[in-house]
């Protein structure tokens, strides 16, 4: 008799929150493993789906357990602490656990569909061995082939025809004379075929940098979940620990994992790996095809690759006994999914060290106030490198007040005097410059000076953007585009005396090149980078000098390194500051100096002009000295007095829907429901209005709820929409530690 599970308790494809029971056929019970993927009968109809665990005993007798009828693929898709990690997700995030499983697993590894790409290998046969052998001078191409055959081993045709650069023809006639057997191998769809990268050896270490790498290394060499956060400053060698400390997890026989916020860091952080450990480097964001994804996933999870570099999903790699965790600028808001499951990768990074046992860095200049109070705890270990590589001086930065400016320049401009004097300096020396506006477009919107004003979208309650390009009004968020009206939308008012309001990138760098005409300017924002490799080409286009001025949006802010950047601008601070949110101040605090942090990395001191209408704010003026403990104190002393986050979490339920009326009832139905039964440590605020009332031409409103542990907000509302009959048509979604309440 087969030994081996009898039961098998597997999650379909659907979400239903739920598992199901299957009986193990006697035929697959000595080969089916912990998340294998299975196809089984679902009604009357057949699923795939996961196995997820082998419970000794079900709910319901074995005689009433429908069989599983095959495993898909081979072994396990879903190690243990995957797994482990995905439950809990589903649990804190209230979220269905086969959600969590379509985030964990990528659609080209889920889908039956996708498969590794075959193609035609070619091997010398002994026949080939002794044409080769002679010493005859005949059939120069044939013989250029057979000899790369007898050096390299079996091949792939087309490396083969590019390497011998040779015809097919030349193929066709070894077949034919039976000098080469042809066979059929599998195609590597490979990201990194088109770049090649300089291999680079390990540099010597500042003490500070020393201290950092033995307290990553004594970490993993412990072999437990200790959280360490790398505080350093902007150019302080990070990426170098990173490096060292991967190195020695890699010597231990270790994996490791590292994540960057934006896919715009991705291929330079990439370049540096792979230069410093070659093909063992594997990427995982969005930008790849599905077959390169595919391809990328199966080779970590063979144990071919044992580093992964990505975004926010890479953090569910199936790395093999991984040893260390590494996330890069662990501040950023981008770590946190907008859309179910709504999970922070940062604070799960975290608890997959819990489960795995390995060791977590969570690196940045300007740590999150949560990873500050998690320091002050004693909960995590924190690693200080104030100072810059070889002790390069920090950045100059000057504050320059728009008010002012326009006083002196009779009208205000997108450009200070201050700012354009120091660009043209730049120019004058050859030198390079950024110029940061967290905005896109040619301007926020158009107004009419009379009324006030500014065309809106018909779907959402946002104003339209005015892009010049195309000459058009563009809603952000849903991409509906509009003709620019030629007079005032208000009946009422009908005035043609419209005007541009606030900035844009694309307004800037029209203004750059009307005052610098020679300079070479680019603009990198996501209008621009819609090209697949469009962030590689202008960051190795900068790098290299062929642009002067470079113009972006967040996506410049942060991790680039381009040693001949010697001023950065800030076009305008305050936007971040604009925001209705409780973490205004400390993400302009981060944007100031993450993006002050681009300029005299190299041997020329730096200098940043950040121009705001709010000068003595104290979140611009901290930043300004540079001076994160003074930031941080002041900062968590406001939180704490207010009992935000960190000092609670905080959960924001949304309700939309296309019926205003409706949607407004049943959020406050569902407030209703919660006052009884939720705990006395929760506050719940609401129900009002979204920030963004209307979007995609559904109505929004939300309640926010507040309290020290997520779990007494989670429960009760969790109970609460699983037991009500809420009206069709009706979207109710929960963000646990909401980072954006728009």
Known sequence: MTSGPVIARVIVELALDREFDYLVPPELRGTIVLGARVEVPFGNTWKYGFVMAFPAKSELPEARLKPIRRVVGSGSYLADDVIQLARFIADYYACAFETVIRTVLPAPVRRNNDKFLKQKTLAMTAAGEAFLADAGTGAPKQRAVLALLKEQGAMAQRDVVRAAGVTPAVIKALEDKGYVAPGEGTHRRDPFKDHEVLRTEPLVLMPQQAEALAACAGAIDAGGSAVLVLNGVTGSGKTEVYLQAIAHAVAADRGAI??????????????????????????????????????????????????????????????????????????????????????????????????????????????????????????????????????????????????LDAEKQGKPNALSAELVEAIRVRLDRAEQTMLFLNRRGFSSSMICQKCGEAPKCEHCSVTLTYHKVTHKLLCHFCGTEYKVPDRCPNTACGDPGFKFAGLGTQRIEEVVRRIFPKARVHRMDSDTMTRRDAYRTVLGDFKSGKIDILIGTQMIAKGLDFPNVTLVGVVLADMSLQVPDFRSAERTFQLLTQVAGRAGRGDINGEVIVQTFSPHHWSIQAARRMDFEAFADQELAFREELDYPPYSHMACLTARGEDAALVEKTIGEVAARMEPVKGAGVVMTGPAPSPLARLKGEYRFQLLFRARQSASITRPLRTVLREGKWPKGIHLSIDIDAVDMI
């Open 258 to 403: 590292v994540l960057v916020p934006e896919i715009a860091l991705t291929p330079q952080t990439v370049d540096r790996f792979r230069g410093r450990f070659g093909d063992v480097v594997a990427v995982l964001h969005s930008d790849l095809s599905d077959g390169e994804r595919h391809d990328e996933w199966h080779r970590i999870h063979r144990g071919e690759a044992r580093i992964v570099v990505g975004a926010r999903s890479a953090l569910f790699a199936p790395v093999p006994r991984l040893g260390l965790i590494v996330v890069d600028e662990e501040h950023e808001t981008t770590y946190k999914q907008d859309e179910a499951p709504r999970y922070h990768a940062r604070d799960m990074a975290v608890v997959r060290g819990r489960i795995t046992g390995c060791a977590v860095v969570l690196g940045s200049a300007t740590p999150s106030l949560e990873s500050v109070l998690n320091v002050r705890k004693g909960k995590y270990r924190e690693v200080r490198m104030p100072h810059r590589i070889d002790h390069r001086t920090m950045p100059h930065m000057r504050i320059v007040d728009l008010r």
